[in-house]
């Protein structure tokens, strides 16, 4: 409810998605990835899935003070019922997928 109105909403459907787009691009663009890996088991206990699937570390430069790392993982739904995974248009890796648990750390 970035633009404090319901999302489903016709009348708010295009200011939602304006203010969701703006949001993401202000919070991502500029940031380096750093590193790909797989939720740990303990991630994946603190959300309660018996899977694991694919988290991208970023990098964020700040004007003042330390670098801000942001952690980019996905989610089956937007709820957080179970990792998701990512579709990629990246030759040879077209989905990176949901893994049994057992592949975690």
Sequence with gaps: MISG???????STEQARR???EAATKALK???VTNVDL???????DHMWDETGVV????????????KIILIYPSADDEGNS?????TTIDNLGT???FPLDFAR
């Design 56 to 67: 991208i570390e970023l990098k964020m430069k700040q004007a003042k003070g330390p670098d």
């Design 19 to 21: 203010d969701w787009i």
């Design 5 to 11: 109105k319901r999302i489903d909403d016709p009348a």
């Design 83 to 87: 990792p998701g995974a990512l579709f």
């Design 30 to 32: 500029g940031a380096t």
């Design 96 to 98: 990176i997928p949901v």
């Design 39 to 45: 939720l740990t088991k303990k991630e994946c206990d």
